[in-house]
C-alpha cells in the first residue's frame, strides 16, 4: 500500500474533534506527530480503525510500549480519547471515503489534515472552510451559506448532546445577525420562516440555537409555530442573548406616539411586553391593546422591563400648568396617576371661598351641576372628567328605561322625570349624552315620537329664531302650526 493510499484513509480525522458547529478549534493533538514522523510511513499504522465502521480510532495505550518500554524509550502516560466524540457534525471517516473513492477522488488525509506543502506529519485539524471549498463548490464562506448548507454538515443543537456549554458559548454570530434591523420579525423572524420540506423552522437556527434562546425574549413564544419546533436545550442560553428594544423606540415622540403604534389589538407589541410590563405606568385604567396582551406566565419571556417616568410634558413649571390639561385631557392622566394623589396637594379648605371644592362635595355635586350653582366647565372638560371619575368610581351607564340606570341610581324613576332635568341642566347632560341619544325617543321620523316640547310651545318663533334645530328631529317636514280660520 503506497503512502498516500495511506494517508487517505484518515479523511477529516480531526474534523470529528475540532469542528464542531462550524468553530474551527486550532488545538494540538496531544499525541506530537512530528516527533514520530520517521517511524510511521502512514496514517494508518495507527489510525487502522477509520477504515472499520465502529472500530476505535485511536491505538490503545499499550501500542506505545513497542518503544516506550522504559529501556529504548522512557515510559509515556498517553491515553486514547474515551467515550463520543466531541462534535455536532454529521461526519462518518469509512462513509466520506467511500464516496470520495466512488467518485474517483485519490486525496488523502493531508488534503484536510495539513496544509498545503506541510512536511510529512505536520498535522492539524482541518478548517470550516476546507469542508465548504468541497461541499458547496464556492458559493460562499461558511456563515454565510444558504439554510440547506448546514444540514448537510451538522446536527441540530439539540441532537449535539457531547458539546460542553463552553464550546456552545464560542458559536460565532453569522453576519446576517449584524444587519440593520435583524431584531426585528422582519429580519430574524422572517429568516427562521424560511423553511425547507416539511420542517417548520430554519436549519441555519436549530443548528446554534434551542426553543429556551427564543423563549428567553419572546413572549408570545407558545403562539408562535416557529419557536415550538425548536427542540428543548438549556445549553443554548450559553449564547449571550439579551432583549433588546427595536429603532423605533429611539424615536424622540416614541413616549407619545407608542399607543398608535400599538393599536387596538398590541400585535406589534406581544413579541416582548407582557401586560404586567404595560401597567407599570398604566396604572389606572388600562388601554384596550393591553389588555389584549398575554399576561407573563410559565413558558414565557419575563417581557421587557419598563420604568415609570415623567414625560416630556412635565418641565418645571408643570406645577402650575397641569390644571387645565388635566380638565380637558384627564384620562391621559389617569394612565399614571389616581385620585388620591390628586388629593395629596387638591386639600378642600371650607375656609377659603373660591377655593377648590369643600369637604364633602363629592357627594352632593350632582345637585350644583343640575342646578348650575356654579360652571363645571370652567374648570373641567365635563364629557371626559365626569365618565373618568364615575368610571374609577364604579357607576356605570346601562340602557334601561325604568329602574335603576348607572349614573341615575339616586332616583329609580329618573327616566320619567328626565325632561325636567335636562331643561334646567342640559349642561351635565351633555357630559355623557350626544344627541343622536334623544332622538331614540324624540323624533317623529324614526325615534319613538315622545313630544320633547313643552306647555305653551311656540314653534312658529322656534323656526323664526332657529330653523336648524327643529331639522334634527323633523328632518326637512317641519310641521307649521295651522293658520286660524
Request: glycine share 8%.
Amino acid at each position: 500500500m503506497t503512502r498516500r493510499v495511506l494517508r487517505g484513509t484518515l479523511v477529516l480525522l480531526g474534523s470529528v474533534v475540532a469542528v464542531a458547529s462550524g468553530v474551527a478549534l486550532q488545538q494540538q493533538p496531544r499525541f506530537n506527530h512530528a516527533q514520530h514522523a520517521k517511524l510511521f510511513v502512514g496514517c494508518a499504522t495507527c489510525h487502522a480503525g477509520i477504515m472499520r465502521s465502529g472500530a476505535p480510532v485511536f491505538p490503545p495505550a499499550a501500542a506505545c510500549t513497542t518503544c516506550h518500554d522504559g529501556t529504548v524509550q522512557r515510559r509515556v502516560d498517553w491515553q486514547p480519547r474515551a467515550g463520543p466524540r466531541i462534535s455536532n457534525l454529521r461526519f462518518d471517516h469509512v462513509q466520506h471515503a467511500e464516496v470520495r473513492r466512488q467518485r474517483g477522488d485519490t486525496s488523502g488525509c493531508a488534503d484536510c489534515h495539513a496544509d498545503r506543502g506541510a512536511a510529512w506529519m505536520a498535522v492539524r485539524a482541518p478548517t470550516a472552510p476546507q469542508c465548504v471549498a468541497c461541499h458547496t463548490s464556492g458559493l460562499g464562506t461558511h456563515l454565510t451559506l444558504a439554510d440547506t448548507a448546514c444540514a448537510t454538515c451538522h446536527l441540530t443543537l439539540a441532537r449535539a448532546v457531547t458539546l460542553p456549554t463552553a464550546r456552545i458559548a464560542g458559536f460565532p454570530a453569522p453576519p446576517t445577525h449584524q444587519a440593520p434591523g435583524f431584531i426585528t420579525a422582519a429580519g430574524h423572524g422572517a429568516q427562521a420562516r424560511h423553511t425547507i420540506g416539511g420542517a417548520r423552522v430554519a436549519q441555519s437556527c436549530a443548528t446554534c440555537h434551542a426553543r429556551e434562546f427564543c423563549v428567553a425574549c419572546h413572549v408570545n413564544a407558545p403562539e408562535l409555530p416557529v419557536i415550538q419546533a425548536l427542540e428543548l436545550d438549556k445549553r443554548s442560553l450559553a449564547l449571550p442573548h439579551a432583549l433588546k428594544a427595536p429603532p423605533t423606540h429611539a424615536a424622540k415622540n416614541f413616549e407619545s406616539q407608542h399607543g398608535a403604534l400599538a393599536g387596538r389589538t398590541g400585535a406589534s407589541c406581544r413579541s416582548c411586553h407582557t401586560q404586567e410590563s404595560c401597567l407599570t405606568c398604566h396604572r389606572a385604567e388600562a388601554p384596550t391593546a393591553v389588555l389584549a396582551l398575554y399576561r407573563a406566565g410559565p413558558g414565557r419571556a419575563p417581557g421587557a422591563q419598563t420604568a415609570l417616568r415623567m414625560p416630556a410634558s412635565h418641565t418645571a413649571g408643570w406645577k402650575t400648568q397641569h390644571g387645565s390639561v388635566a380638565a380637558s385631557t384627564l384620562r391621559s392622566c389617569t394612565s399614571c396617576h389616581a385620585r388620591t394623589e390628586c388629593l395629596t396637594c387638591h386639600v378642600p379648605d371650607p375656609a377659603r371661598r373660591g377655593s377648590y371644592h369643600p369637604g364633602a362635595y363629592l357627594a352632593r355635586h350632582p345637585a350644583d351641576a343640575y342646578t348650575r350653582s356654579s360652571s363645571c366647565t370652567d374648570c373641567h372638560n365635563t364629557g371626559e372628567f365626569c365618565q373618568t371619575c364615575h368610571k374609577q368610581g364604579g357607576l356605570t351607564a346601562r340602557r334601561t328605561l325604568i329602574g335603576a340606570a348607572g349614573y341615575h341610581d339616586g332616583n329609580r324613576q329618573f327616566f320619567l322625570g328626565h325632561g325636567q332635568a335636562a331643561r334646567q341642566a342640559l349642561e351635565s347632560c351633555v357630559s355623557c349624552h350626544v344627541e343622536r341619544d334623544c332622538l331614540t325617543c324624540h323624533s317623529v321620523v324614526k325615534g319613538r315620537s315622545f313630544d320633547p316640547h313643552g306647555p305653551g310651545f311656540d314653534p312658529e318663533r322656534m323656526l323664526r329664531k332657529n330653523p336648524q334645530l327643529c331639522i334634527a328631529c323633523h328632518g326637512t317636514a317641519i310641521p307649521r302650526r295651522l293658520a286660524s280660520p
